[in-house]
T-cell receptor
Framework: GQSLEQPSEVTAVEGAIVQINCTYQ??????LSWYQQHDGGAPTFLSY????GLEETGRFSSFLSRSDSYGYLLLQELQMKDSASYFC??????????FGSGTQLTVLP | DGGITQSPKYLFRKEGQNVTLSCEQN?????MYWYRQDPGQGLRLIYY???????QKGDIAEGYSVSREKKESFPLTVTSAQKNPTAFYLC??????????FGQGTRLTVV
Protein backbone atom coordinates (compact mmCIF):
# COMPACT_ATOMS: atom_id res chain seq x y z
CA GLY A 1 0.00 0.00 0.00
CA GLN A 2 0.88 3.63 -0.07
CA SER A 3 0.52 6.48 2.39
CA LEU A 4 1.44 10.14 2.10
CA GLU A 5 1.52 12.50 5.06
CA GLN A 6 1.29 16.29 4.89
CA PRO A 7 0.30 19.01 7.37
CA SER A 8 -3.40 19.76 7.55
CA GLU A 9 -3.12 23.56 7.62
CA VAL A 10 -0.63 26.30 6.82
CA THR A 11 -1.14 30.05 7.14
CA ALA A 12 1.04 32.79 5.64
CA VAL A 13 0.79 36.43 4.60
CA GLU A 14 0.70 37.87 1.12
CA GLY A 15 4.15 38.14 -0.45
CA ALA A 16 5.68 35.54 1.84
CA ILE A 17 7.18 32.14 1.03
CA VAL A 18 5.59 28.93 2.31
CA GLN A 19 6.76 25.32 2.21
CA ILE A 20 4.37 22.34 2.33
CA ASN A 21 6.05 19.08 3.22
CA CYS A 22 5.08 15.57 2.21
CA THR A 23 6.49 12.28 3.47
CA TYR A 24 5.55 9.02 1.86
CA GLN A 25 5.67 5.29 2.30
CA UNK A 26 5.18 3.28 -0.83
CA UNK A 27 6.54 0.26 -2.59
CA UNK A 28 8.09 0.82 -6.00
CA UNK A 29 7.85 4.59 -5.92
CA UNK A 30 7.63 6.28 -9.33
CA UNK A 31 7.47 9.95 -8.51
CA LEU A 32 5.76 12.68 -6.51
CA SER A 33 3.31 15.20 -7.91
CA TRP A 34 1.46 18.18 -6.51
CA TYR A 35 -2.08 19.41 -7.14
CA GLN A 36 -4.05 22.51 -6.16
CA GLN A 37 -7.75 22.47 -5.42
CA HIS A 38 -9.95 25.48 -4.77
CA ASP A 39 -13.18 25.00 -2.83
CA GLY A 40 -15.74 23.11 -4.87
CA GLY A 41 -13.44 22.68 -7.84
CA ALA A 42 -11.39 19.97 -9.46
CA PRO A 43 -7.72 19.48 -8.61
CA THR A 44 -5.25 20.94 -11.09
CA PHE A 45 -1.69 19.79 -11.66
CA LEU A 46 1.18 21.93 -10.37
CA SER A 47 4.40 19.96 -10.51
CA TYR A 48 5.97 16.52 -10.81
CA UNK A 49 9.30 15.13 -9.57
CA UNK A 50 10.47 11.82 -10.95
CA UNK A 51 14.09 12.38 -9.92
CA UNK A 52 15.75 13.86 -6.85
CA GLY A 53 16.15 17.61 -6.86
CA LEU A 54 14.28 20.80 -7.43
CA GLU A 55 11.78 21.53 -10.21
CA GLU A 56 10.83 25.17 -10.74
CA THR A 57 7.70 26.42 -12.47
CA GLY A 58 7.21 30.14 -12.03
CA ARG A 59 6.34 30.95 -8.42
CA PHE A 60 6.03 27.25 -7.56
CA SER A 61 8.90 24.85 -6.97
CA SER A 62 8.88 21.23 -5.89
CA PHE A 63 11.61 19.11 -4.38
CA LEU A 64 12.10 15.37 -4.00
CA SER A 65 14.52 13.27 -1.98
CA ARG A 66 14.01 9.56 -2.63
CA SER A 67 16.51 8.53 0.02
CA ASP A 68 14.48 10.41 2.64
CA SER A 69 11.04 9.55 1.16
CA TYR A 70 10.31 13.25 1.36
CA GLY A 71 9.28 16.09 -0.84
CA TYR A 72 7.96 19.60 -0.57
CA LEU A 73 6.13 22.26 -2.51
CA LEU A 74 7.48 25.80 -2.23
CA LEU A 75 5.23 28.74 -3.04
CA GLN A 76 6.87 32.13 -3.41
CA GLU A 77 5.43 35.63 -3.56
CA LEU A 78 2.16 34.40 -2.13
CA GLN A 79 -1.02 35.89 -3.48
CA MET A 80 -4.55 35.79 -2.09
CA LYS A 81 -5.59 33.53 -4.96
CA ASP A 82 -3.13 30.89 -3.69
CA SER A 83 -5.50 30.16 -0.80
CA ALA A 84 -6.54 26.59 -1.59
CA SER A 85 -5.89 22.98 -0.68
CA TYR A 86 -2.66 21.42 -1.86
CA PHE A 87 -2.20 17.68 -2.30
CA CYS A 88 0.89 15.59 -2.82
CA UNK A 89 0.33 12.40 -4.80
CA UNK A 90 2.49 9.35 -5.34
CA UNK A 91 2.53 6.56 -7.86
CA UNK A 92 3.63 3.09 -6.77
CA UNK A 93 4.60 -0.11 -8.51
CA UNK A 94 0.98 -0.84 -9.47
CA UNK A 95 0.79 2.63 -11.03
CA UNK A 96 -2.11 3.66 -8.83
CA UNK A 97 -2.12 7.37 -7.99
CA UNK A 98 -2.57 7.91 -4.25
CA PHE A 99 -3.15 11.32 -2.69
CA GLY A 100 -2.22 12.72 0.67
CA SER A 101 -4.95 14.15 2.89
CA GLY A 102 -4.23 17.69 1.75
CA THR A 103 -2.92 20.93 3.23
CA GLN A 104 -5.27 23.89 3.52
CA LEU A 105 -3.27 27.06 2.77
CA THR A 106 -4.70 30.34 3.98
CA VAL A 107 -3.06 33.53 2.69
CA LEU A 108 -3.70 36.59 4.84
CA PRO A 109 -3.54 40.18 3.58
CA ASP B 1 -10.63 20.70 -27.27
CA GLY B 2 -9.34 17.67 -25.41
CA GLY B 3 -10.54 17.05 -21.91
CA ILE B 4 -12.31 14.86 -19.41
CA THR B 5 -16.04 15.15 -18.83
CA GLN B 6 -18.08 13.95 -15.90
CA SER B 7 -21.85 13.84 -15.81
CA PRO B 8 -24.11 14.66 -14.19
CA LYS B 9 -22.79 17.51 -12.08
CA TYR B 10 -25.36 16.82 -9.36
CA LEU B 11 -27.06 13.49 -8.67
CA PHE B 12 -29.63 12.47 -6.11
CA ARG B 13 -30.10 8.88 -5.08
CA LYS B 14 -32.81 7.24 -3.06
CA GLU B 15 -31.91 4.69 -0.45
CA GLY B 16 -31.42 1.26 -2.01
CA GLN B 17 -30.86 2.51 -5.55
CA ASN B 18 -27.88 1.96 -7.79
CA VAL B 19 -26.64 5.00 -9.71
CA THR B 20 -24.02 5.33 -12.43
CA LEU B 21 -21.63 8.25 -12.82
CA SER B 22 -20.23 8.92 -16.26
CA CYS B 23 -16.61 9.75 -17.08
CA GLU B 24 -15.42 10.29 -20.65
CA GLN B 25 -12.02 11.49 -21.91
CA ASN B 26 -10.72 12.34 -25.37
CA UNK B 27 -7.09 12.77 -24.33
CA UNK B 28 -6.09 9.28 -25.51
CA UNK B 29 -4.97 8.45 -21.96
CA UNK B 30 -4.47 4.82 -21.00
CA UNK B 31 -5.04 5.21 -17.25
CA MET B 32 -8.26 6.35 -15.59
CA TYR B 33 -9.13 6.77 -11.92
CA TRP B 34 -12.11 7.32 -9.65
CA TYR B 35 -11.80 9.17 -6.34
CA ARG B 36 -14.17 10.02 -3.55
CA GLN B 37 -13.80 13.25 -1.59
CA ASP B 38 -15.70 14.02 1.60
CA PRO B 39 -15.96 17.60 2.93
CA GLY B 40 -12.60 18.88 4.14
CA GLN B 41 -10.92 15.60 3.30
CA GLY B 42 -8.45 14.28 0.76
CA LEU B 43 -9.04 12.18 -2.34
CA ARG B 44 -9.50 8.49 -1.70
CA LEU B 45 -8.96 6.05 -4.56
CA ILE B 46 -11.97 3.86 -5.41
CA TYR B 47 -10.92 2.08 -8.62
CA TYR B 48 -8.37 2.58 -11.36
CA UNK B 49 -7.74 1.16 -14.80
CA UNK B 50 -4.54 1.14 -16.80
CA UNK B 51 -5.91 -0.51 -19.93
CA UNK B 52 -9.19 -1.44 -21.58
CA UNK B 53 -10.97 -4.42 -20.01
CA UNK B 54 -8.80 -4.31 -16.90
CA UNK B 55 -9.22 -2.46 -13.60
CA GLN B 56 -8.04 -2.72 -10.00
CA LYS B 57 -9.55 -1.93 -6.64
CA GLY B 58 -8.32 1.10 -4.77
CA ASP B 59 -8.49 1.74 -1.05
CA ILE B 60 -12.30 2.04 -0.75
CA ALA B 61 -13.79 -0.17 -3.49
CA GLU B 62 -16.51 -1.77 -1.37
CA GLY B 63 -19.98 -0.78 -2.60
CA TYR B 64 -18.71 0.44 -5.97
CA SER B 65 -18.24 -1.16 -9.38
CA VAL B 66 -16.65 -0.04 -12.65
CA SER B 67 -16.19 -1.13 -16.24
CA ARG B 68 -13.65 -0.21 -18.93
CA GLU B 69 -15.04 -1.40 -22.23
CA LYS B 70 -13.64 1.54 -24.19
CA LYS B 71 -10.45 3.53 -23.72
CA GLU B 72 -12.44 6.74 -23.52
CA SER B 73 -14.97 5.69 -20.90
CA PHE B 74 -14.77 4.61 -17.26
CA PRO B 75 -18.23 4.68 -15.62
CA LEU B 76 -18.63 4.21 -11.87
CA THR B 77 -21.69 2.55 -10.34
CA VAL B 78 -22.51 3.33 -6.74
CA THR B 79 -24.46 0.32 -5.54
CA SER B 80 -26.96 -0.03 -2.73
CA ALA B 81 -24.21 -1.80 -0.79
CA GLN B 82 -22.45 1.55 -0.32
CA LYS B 83 -24.01 2.70 2.93
CA ASN B 84 -22.75 6.26 2.95
CA PRO B 85 -22.50 7.38 -0.68
CA THR B 86 -23.02 11.12 -0.22
CA ALA B 87 -19.76 12.67 -1.45
CA PHE B 88 -17.97 14.48 -4.26
CA TYR B 89 -16.76 12.03 -6.91
CA LEU B 90 -13.83 12.89 -9.16
CA CYS B 91 -12.63 11.09 -12.26
CA UNK B 92 -9.11 11.54 -13.61
CA UNK B 93 -7.04 10.30 -16.51
CA UNK B 94 -3.38 10.34 -17.43
CA UNK B 95 -0.63 8.71 -19.36
CA UNK B 96 1.29 6.63 -16.82
CA UNK B 97 3.71 8.69 -14.70
CA UNK B 98 2.59 12.04 -16.06
CA UNK B 99 0.16 14.66 -14.81
CA UNK B 100 -3.43 13.66 -14.16
CA UNK B 101 -6.33 15.62 -15.59
CA PHE B 102 -9.55 15.78 -13.61
CA GLY B 103 -13.16 16.16 -14.57
CA GLN B 104 -15.31 18.75 -12.80
CA GLY B 105 -16.79 16.15 -10.47
CA THR B 106 -20.21 14.79 -9.56
CA ARG B 107 -21.87 15.64 -6.26
CA LEU B 108 -23.95 12.68 -5.14
CA THR B 109 -26.55 13.10 -2.41
CA VAL B 110 -28.73 10.44 -0.85
CA VAL B 111 -32.29 11.64 -0.32
Amino acid sequence: GQSLEQPSEVTAVEGAIVQINCTYQTSGFYGLSWYQQHDGGAPTFLSYNALDGLEETGRFSSFLSRSDSYGYLLLQELQMKDSASYFCAGSGSARQLTFGSGTQLTVLP
Amino acid sequence: DGGITQSPKYLFRKEGQNVTLSCEQNLNHDAMYWYRQDPGQGLRLIYYSQIVNDFQKGDIAEGYSVSREKKESFPLTVTSAQKNPTAFYLCASRTIDTEAFFGQGTRLTVV
